[in-house]
């Protein structure tokens, strides 16, 4: 019965212990891993990817309406001169 | 009493838990070089769209620098045929006719100052989304992607930008003044200026600046081609020729 008892003691101070070091590797990991990231750790999807770089594309203005835009300033006067 | 209790300890079970820790050791250690390698590759990615951000501000500014600078150029240079324009229609008799030609001067250079300035942003633009898709060509080569087909098209895009922008500079130094003989010709002048302006925007639209627009979508579309483009880094693969 004694030794029985002295066993469970054991087996508890063993998962202890290995709790213990798990716990002491997570925070040595976690601080470790914080310190070599540094401000790189963030998101770097950053807008590139190919669905981003393609609505950038499509949104720039080339300059489609600038015969039209042209004509509108300038025809009214010069036809009233 | 810890002592004690430890001494009644196995040595078979004791091996057991010292195998159990080394594993739980190595495994700590594997997910650490891990995200050490993820760290080295974003910093490497991060290292080229700073430089990247950087080197076109620079750019930009030194070519809206240059833009104002061949403007004010311009200005000195057609003073004197502004002022014998101005001197002439002041002769005119009809003062709404004299109010409309004087208006329509301005405007002429105001709408190629105006459009000059628009291409040059436009430019600016093509520049932002090259430099996007430089960054991607970067994460996709730390995945182990060749981006060579991607390095050479954009190589070939700032060539074309750079081509663009001088030719947005040559348009800027353009002065458009207006001559003419007699007060029934100004009609006529003004049209034959205007038709010049026109046909010089959309000469530069349709010329350089589509080449650029041309290039960088080409770039886009080499980029387009590399399989799983969008993943970002991981630390499973070595970059393509970074091995030293």
């Not at chain 2, 490497?44 to 030194?62: D, F, P, S």
């Not at chain 2, 105001?110 to 459009?115: G, H, L, V």
């Not at chain 2, 436009?122 to 060509?137: D, F, G, H, S």
């Not at chain 2, 010329?207 to 387009?224: E, M, P, S, W």
């Amino acid at each position: 019965m004694k030794l029985q008892s002295q066993k469970g003691n054991t087996t508890i101070l063993i998962v202890s212990t290995v709790l213990a070091v798990l716990i002491i590797a997570g925070i040595w990991w976690y601080y470790r891993s914080q310190s070599v990231a540094g401000p790189a750790a963030e998101p770097l999807s950053g807008g590139d990817t190919t669905t981003i770089i393609q609505n950038d594309l499509d949104a720039i203005d080339f300059g489609a309406d600038l015969e039209k835009e042209m004509d509108q300033q300038l025809d009214a006067d010069i036809n009233s001169l | 009493m810890i002592k004690k209790r430890l001494m009644n300890i196995s040595p078979k079970f004791a091996l057991k838990i010292l195998i159990l820790a080394a594993v739980v050791l190595l495994g700590v250690n594997a997910i650490q070089v891990n995200a050490q390698k993820i760290n080295e590759a974003r910093q490497k990615v991060e290292e080229v769209r700073t430089g990247l951000r950087n080197a076109i501000k620079i750019k930009q500014e030194e070519a809206k620098k240059q833009i104002e600078a061949v403007r004010e150029q311009v200005k000195e240079k057609v003073k004197t045929q502004r002022e014998a324009f101005k001197e002439k229609i002041s002769q005119m008799k009809d003062e709404r006719k004299r109010q409309t030609a004087e208006r329509l001067e301005e405007q002429l250079n105001q709408i190629n100052e105006r459009w000059t300035t628009h291409f040059s942003n436009v430019l600016n633009q093509l520049e932002n989304v090259l430099a996007k898709i430089e960054i991607r060509a970067q994460k996709a080569e730390v995945n182990g992607s060749d981006v060579s087909s991607v390095k050479t098209a954009i190589e070939t895009a700032r060539n074309a930008i750079k081509t663009a922008r001088d030719a947005v500079v040559t348009q800027a130094a353009k002065g458009y003044t207006v001559t003419f003989e007699s007060e029934d010709k100004l009609k006529d002048a003004f049209k034959t200026v205007k038709e010049q302006l026109r046909k010089d925007l959309t000469g530069l639209r349709d010329g350089a600046i589509r080449n650029a627009r041309k290039a960088v979508q080409d770039v886009f579309q080499a980029l387009r081609q590399i399989p799983g483009v969008d993943k970002e880094p991981t630390a499973t693969s070595t970059p393509a020729g970074t091995n030293e």
